[in-house]
């Protein structure tokens, strides 16, 4: 009798084993983040989470009749998207307030990003139409396609960052088409961000045949649980 039980428990072990195995294997990757595009967000004085925001898993594409923060942007239509690989953000129409007789301009930005299934690197880049900085006594012109990391000062005003990108220590990726620091502040300004993982956060399919599988193992945890109440009960018992 013990032979038959210690067999039945072996049994339904293996089947959890099993089942569970590939049902884990079925899931997307574990803990990530969701990619992410989105038109702006600040922090400082003026804070503002993320506007116009689309996520993946979650919602997009995400559009927005404009990503205004009071006090400190105005825009156009924002639109933003999120897949398993990508995201993107483009905003238009942006006038960003740096001081009362200061702004940065631009028709329209855009940034992106996408991880390389086949390399694993995860990459980004920024476009700006028509950006500049007006102030009293000048105009400064912003690059159209900066490199990575492109930084403009504008003396006693702000530093600008085109093309900001940096990496999380798990290999996410986030970019900023730009990135502004008041001087003499904690605010700052981001517009038209995307975030990319590196990793394919799509789900992996159930491959054919893998269903019976995964069944087994439910009923082998079912059956763990069962043979675990009656050991329990023949040994409150035996105890009685």
């Known amino acids: 009798m013990k032979l038959a039980k210690h067999g039945f428990i072996k049994a339904a072990g293996a089947l959890a084993l ?12 574990a803990a990530a983040s969701p990619n992410t595009g989105y038109a702006a967000s600040a922090g400082g004085v003026i804070s503002a989470s993320p506007v116009g925001q689309a996520t993946f898993p979650g919602t997009s594409p995400a559009t927005v009749a404009h990503a205004n923060i009071t006090g400190l942007l105005t825009t156009g ?9 990508t995201a993107t953000s483009t905003v238009n129409g942006i006038t960003a307030l740096l001081t009362a007789i200061s702004a940065l301009r631009a028709t329209s930005v855009n940034s992106s990003c996408r991880f390389n299934t086949n390399t694993g690197a995860v990459t980004g880049s920024a476009h700006i139409s028509n950006g500049r900085v007006t102030r009293p006594g000048g105009t400064t012109t ?13 003396p006693g005003i702000a530093t600008i960052t085109l093309n900001r990108q940096t990496t999380a220590g798990d290999g996410t990726l ?27 956060l799509a789900p992996v399919p159930i491959l054919p045949g893998m269903t019976t599988p995964i069944t087994l193992g439910a009923i082998g945890l079912l059956l763990l649980a069962g043979a675990a109440y009656q050991l329990s009960r023949r040994r409150q018992g035996a105890a009685a």
């Open 142 to 154: 912003l690059a159209s396609n900066p490199a990575p990391n492109t930084v403009v000062g504008i």
């Open 18 to 29: 099993s089942g569970g195995v590939l049902f884990a294997a079925a899931l997307p990757a």
């Open 77 to 85: 239509v924002a639109h933003a998207t999120a897949g398993p690989t």
């Open 174 to 200: 986030t970019v900023q088409a730009i990135h502004v620091a008041v001087l003499g502040s904690t605010q700052t300004l981001d517009i038209g961000v995307s975030v990319c993982n590196a990793a394919n």
